[in-house]
């Protein structure tokens, strides 16, 4: 099935996916005694999981290769990451997170689905998203963590490293669009070329949104 936009299957999974997300954040508010870093650990481990099973469900029912499946996407590592900040808990891993909010968000509003087996791989796309966002909440109002002007400029190399990798990713298989360097992300910027061009736009513009995220911080002045 082909997917777009806005769709009762969009709107739907959109809903499902956020209330999921408010169920979990509230559990420790309802069960008082929970222990805080223990329920932090289950998360994280329940996230990773979640991203295998996307993972699989892709190869199996989505019919992508396997060079599609692995991280190619600043999404799929955005989603590694609060996983494993959810387990380890360093400011580090809280500050990327925080800073790369800006794609899953917009994965939310507008996600990157061409097309379905089913309506569940919708709902794992939609509910593996909102998680990321989750994840910076929740470490944010239970966790006390607070993102950081260091921990903006870490974000920013991190998402720099993210792509060198894909531009090594892509020359090596050539077949893969890893962090949308080959071809464009939407068909809205087609009009930007040549393609070199382009790829400069679109990091930058993704630097520009990390900066965004910054300027709550920097009213804090951490």
């Not at 989603?79 to 899953?104: E, M, Q, S």
């Amino acid at each position: 099935m082909t997917f777009s936009y806005f769709s009762p299957i969009h709107i739907e999974t959109f809903i499902v996916s956020i209330l999921f997300c408010i169920f979990l954040f509230y559990i420790p508010k309802f069960f008082k005694n929970i222990d805080i870093k223990k329920y932090s650990i289950f998360l994280g481990y329940f996230l990773l999981t979640f991203k295998i099973v996307d993972s699989i469900y892709r190869l199996m029912y989505q019919n992508e290769p396997i060079t599609n499946v692995t991280p190619v996407h600043l999404c799929n590592f955005a989603a590694i990451f609060a996983g494993l900040y959810l387990i380890f808990r360093t400011k580090f891993l809280y500050n990327v997170v925080y800073y790369l909010t800006f794609g899953p968000v917009l994965a939310l509003i507008l996600p990157g689905i061409i097309y379905y087996h089913d309506n569940y791989y919708v709902y794992i796309f939609m509910i593996m998203h909102a998680l990321i966002v989750f994840t910076a909440f929740f470490g944010y109002e239970y966790l006390d963590e607070r993102p950081t002007k260091k921990g903006f400029i870490q974000s920013i190399i991190a998402l720099l490293l993210i792509f060198l990798y894909a531009f090594i990713y892509n020359f090596i298989f050539k077949e893969i669009n890893a962090m949308f360097l080959k071809s464009h992300i939407i068909p809205q910027v087609k009009f930007i070329n040549p393609i070199w061009l382009y790829d400069i736009v679109l990091i930058s513009t993704m630097i520009f949104l990390e900066f965004l995220l910054y300027l709550p911080v920097m009213k804090r002045k951490v």
